[in-house]
């Protein structure tokens, strides 16, 4: 026995403030300066390895805010119509290792007109790393609606030896939920506070930030398809290496065309194949209007979410997805391409010099790793790559026959492919430190490429040399950030015109040759001398953003290899399917813009409850997510709603009773009370805010209809102040079944045994049969 009454009140628990830690200035000794201007490109916030937040104390607390006096704050209405100049801050803490408070305050400096500061936790920010962020200082005075956007970059500078000083770069738009944004797990404390590695020397750290504050662009409102005619790749974490690879690969259409004609089936799962995964997420790159996800490639290689947030090796994930793509092309009208498009030979020797003996060995390879260090170009690179190995002394070569002997060893080129990948070695391992470091030395690479120089140098006498080795540069790979951690994007050249393109993410934009090319050489770059009148050392810095690979495409292939990709290379089963998704998700889309005009309505009815009761349900009456529901206009007047519901359920207006639902203390609901002719004249979404204390985005109603004995509807029985109305479920203890039996009008004033009649009669039982009734009430554990 289930009675309708009305919902009892419950309170609501304000909102707990946790308490904050004092802050502690710190003892610093603070530099600014400013090195020549630099282009700063807004770009979405990410950084692989490294995840960026706003700082916020682990897993509990909240952050109490230093009020800085403040100047004349800068608004979105006056922000800087131009980027500003890079400004250099340095920080130096004395006595780090003594520091007792939880988190320290840089002093404030001011780069483009903002007031600025670095937020540190010397002990790490509830993890085994220091944590470090860049502050808005004054953010608790700066006008309401204000934001600022920065591209800055942090350090903790190596003392002993600067190439090892560990710097994280990336962007960020500021504001007054964010106003602060950095690295939780920046280093490892054991890192830190070991002096024989450098970072803290006499006790003595030092930070460095370099600040640039750019002019505020909507990223929000940007639109990559519209400004470029291309669309990027979602991050999902920690994937910007993966999806500077797949943007090389999708811009070689030729590749594209190959990977559209791979056989796959409508029975395929695209999480389950990556063959099926790859067309579908190329197609999308090539007909959708905004960024893609590559969630379901990532399934489609075994990873899980934190494969997602890990990084991986570039070179390998580029070997292992040409080897499960060359597999799955064994068999097909595209096997072998692959091979065609990206596999070269070169030719292994070992010649001696006192006998006429010579040892060779061919090998294929589908990318080449050059060497940075020690390299000026791309050319010195090929000519280490070549250079001849002399085998004397105690290395002498063992020859059959000949025994030990003076001999060269060396690698020549049998042929390159009409792709050629270049693997620049940035990371190499420092034995004397015993730890990877990045290479940022400056290293050129040419827009056009001529392997065939000086009289063909690096080909093997086996070599054809009618083929014409000269290569054009497609794209430029780049890392930005250091061997701990950093942000990938890629510069391509979809058509090899004059054109580049940066494929940043969800983020793409027109770049010029300059930015592509120069800019990512590495190196390093010259502050200019804060007072020319001293003769003073120039200062350098670093350049973190350079080149890692190099995708250079043969200029006799180049019309084969730049091909027209349309719809009649992808299979009919891909497009339907694709089509539909495409579809669904407009419609999903334009669902969600139309949301505020519409609302939805849930209407529950007795065939609802007995469907339901002992099935899915036992203690309430009905689950409101297996009723009918219906998206109505706000405007459309409630009567109207009325006859939408005849036509959808076959129930004329004038036998139609709603009643709106209750959610009372326990969390269940019950029917409360019919609607009112004044309610019913209302307009759908007037009903909702007024009925809708909770106010829920959908409404909740149950539809009172009485059926005869030919189950068609009959007119509604009258209800005074008096009724009550019952629902009533019929449990049987030797089956063990509940199950709903019906509902009934009940005077307040009667007594239970004056309706046992009539509840027999709903059960099913003879009228002299015993009934026992419960009220049906829940435990404290159940509520």
Known sequence: LAISTPPATHSRGGPHIAAGHPLVPSPVAMTISTPPPAPAEPQPQQEEEEVLVPHQELPNGTQPMEVVPAEPAATVENQP????????????????????????????????????????????????????????????????????????????????????????????????????????????????????????????????????????????????????????????????????????????????????????????????????????????????????????????????????????????????????????????????TIQQLFEGHHMNYIECINVDFKSTRKESFYDLQLDVKGCQDVYASFDKYVEVERLEGDNKYHAEQHGLQDAKKGVLFIDFPPVLQLQLKRFEYDFMRDTMVKINDRYEFPLQLDLDRDDGKYLSPDADRNVRNLYTLHSVLVHSGGVHGGHYYAFIRPTLSDQWFKFDDERVTKEDAKRALEEQYGGEEELPQTNPGLNNTPFKFTKYSNAYMLVYIRESDKDKIICNVDEKDIAEHLRIRLEKDREEKERRKKEKAEAHLYTIIKVARDDDLTAQIGKDIYFDLVDHDKVPSFRIQKQMPFTQFKEEVAKELGIPTQFQRFWLWAKRQNHTYRPNRPLTPQEEALTVGQLKEAANKAHNAELKLFLEVELGLDLKPLTLPDKTREDILLFFKLYDPEKEQLRYVGRLFVKASGRPQDILPKLRKMAGFLQDDDVELYERKLSSSQM
Request: net charge negative; charged share 20%; aromatic share 14%.
């Open 81 to 336: 119509t131009e980027d500003t100049p890079i400004s250099r801050f340095t920080w130096t803490i004395d006595n780090l290792s003594r520091v007792n408070t939880k988190k320290l305050y840089s002093e404030t400096f001011v780069v483009g007109g903002y007031k600025w500061r670095v937020l540190i936790f010397p002990r790490g920010n509830n993890v085994e790393f220091l944590s470090m962020y860049l502050d808005v200082a004054d953010s608790a005075v700066l006008p309401y609606g204000w934001t600022r956007y920065a591209q800055f970059s942090l350090s903790v500078v190596n003392q002993i030896h600067n190439k090892f000083t560990i710097r994280k770069e990336t962007q960020h738009q500021f504001s007054a939920r964010e106003s602060d944004w950095g690295f939780t797990s920046f280093m490892p404390l054991s890192e830190l506070y070991n002096p024989s590695r450098g970072y803290l020397v006499n006790d003595t750290c030092v930070i460095e930030a370099e600040v640039a504050v750019c002019k505020v662009v909507d990223y929000w409102s940007y639109d990559s398809k519209k400004e470029t005619g291309y669309v990027g790749l979602k991050n999902q974490g920690a994937t910007c290496y993966m999806n500077s690879l797949l943007q090389t690969l999708y811009h070689i259409p030729y590749f594209r065309k190959a990977v559209y004609h791979m056989p796959t089936t409508e029975n395929d799962m695209p999480s389950g194949s990556i063959p099926l995964a790859l067309q579908s997420l190329f197609y999308k790159l090539q007909y959708n209007d905004s960024s893609v996800s590559t969630k379901e490639l990532t399934k489609s290689f075994g990873w899980d979410m934190h494969d997602s947030f890990m990084q991986h090796d570039v070179q390998e994930l580029n070997r292992v997805l040409s080897e499960k793509l060359e597999d799955k092309m064994k068999g097909t009208v595209v096997e072998g």
